[in-house]
């Protein structure tokens, strides 16, 4: 089993910067595509950012050219770097990693960007 855990989350102004780190231990491998969602009180999980073995990503839409996925796979960790945060930031960010036969996901990494 892959366990995940996040990191870098907290409190920020509008416009400013926090990266997220996101340590997978066990199988990690086995790992195919590692990710980040995010989950504002009321409202749905949503997908951030997905980033494949080989490098390839795919983003939402909403932090296109903001955000920044990336990932060592030596170290089993994947990283989002967001800059130009607004308050619709705000959510808790889920790290996501789908292995051959399941999608393990961590505990979640607080963001609250003040305006």
């Known amino acids: 089993q892959v366990q995940l855990v996040e990191s870098g989350g907290g409190l920020v102004q509008a416009g400013g910067s926090l990266r997220l780190s996101c340590a997978a231990s066990?199988?990690?491998?086995?790992?195919?595509?590692m990710g980040w969602y995010r989950q504002a009180p009321g409202k749905q999980r949503e997908l951030v950012a997905l980033i494949g073995r080989g490098g390839s990503t795919d983003y939402a839409d909403s932090v296109k050219g903001r955000f920044t996925i990336s990932r060592d796979n030596a170290k089993g960790t994947v990283y989002l770097q967001m800059n130009s945060l607004k308050p619709e930031d705000t959510a808790v960010y889920y790290c996501?990693?789908?292995?051959?036969?399941?999608?393990?996901w961590g505990q979640g990494t607080q963001v609250t960007v003040s305006s």
């Open positions: 996501t990693a789908y292995v051959t036969s399941y999608q393990s």
């Open positions: 066990g199988s990690f491998i086995s790992i195919n595509v």
